[in-house]
């Protein structure tokens, strides 16, 4: 969205191992800290955000599982720690990616190069991601997602820092993550196992085209937002209508406070046409969601997060 000011102190951790030591440093200190991935999905008060705030930026790097040296492989990551490292000390680098269609990411992979890598791999499933941005743990938090389906779907096992500061694999059973709810709580994602289904690069290729054009046709894009402000209803309730339809119902597309404003495109998104203000973004948005419920009755919950202090 590019609004919002600076904030106190920010870490940027390397490795899972160095994201644990952050976040434990900060707990030790009575502080919880905020994880930022892409901030795709995020609007931050201006002025100074008290507290740290721990970036994954550096945390970029996607690999293939390395099978053990014995050629048995390893199913079970559990049992395996190593299997997160992305390098293979003692162990021999995998074979046809055909045979294990599977990627390790860190937490700050960027959703883009996840389809990209995914893509010249011939690894399937994954291509409805693209267009998407943001970080591979951000993506993971908030369930990323759209008609396609939703990233979760493709996780085999997610390595999280849990309440007690210690690493903790989950599967998607355990976690049972909801609609753009990763349903982790205050679980901080260091890692993530994702499975593909092999497909021919072109097939994957052209539908990636496809998605691109359909998305382009109807969201602004390559204008500054946050994706979509608002979830979308029950369905039943709006009579089918989407929470972008319910905005535009209302007669709300091109609504502006300051430079933030409602995208003629898409009733969902809200756009930074240059200077707008974070003050102006969160006005904007109250605005919209306190029309929509007096016009329709129905409350919009927010999809968006918000730091405000
Ligand atoms: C043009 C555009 C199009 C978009 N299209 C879609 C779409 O089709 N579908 C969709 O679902 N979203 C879409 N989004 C929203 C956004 O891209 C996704 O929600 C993305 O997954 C956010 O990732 P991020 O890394 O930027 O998260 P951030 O915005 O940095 O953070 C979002 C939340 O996740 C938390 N978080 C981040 N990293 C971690 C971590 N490692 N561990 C724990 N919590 C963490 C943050 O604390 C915050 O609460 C779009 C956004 C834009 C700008």
Redesign the pocket.
Known sequence: MRVGGRVEWFLEPTTPEELRSAVNACRERGLAP?????????IIADGILPGVVIG?GRMNRLFRIWPAVDGEGSSDQEQDPSAWSAEPSGRVAPADPALDPRLVGW?GTT?PSLVRAARDLGYGGIEGVV?????L???V??N???HWGELWDHIELVRVIDEEGEFLDLTPEQVQPGY?NGN?GTR??AAAILHFEPAPKALIEQRMREILREKNAV?P?SER????VFKNPDLEVSGGRGAGRLVDDCGLKGRSIGDAMVSPLHGNFVVNRGAARATDVLALIEEVRAEVAQQTGIELELEV?RWLD
């Open positions: 905020r994880i930022l991935g892409g901030g795709a999905n995020l994954t937490a959703l267009g998407i941005p943001g970080h743990g951000g993506g938090a908030m990323a997602g759209g753009r982790l901080v994602v969201q894009v937002s946050a994706g979509c997060k």
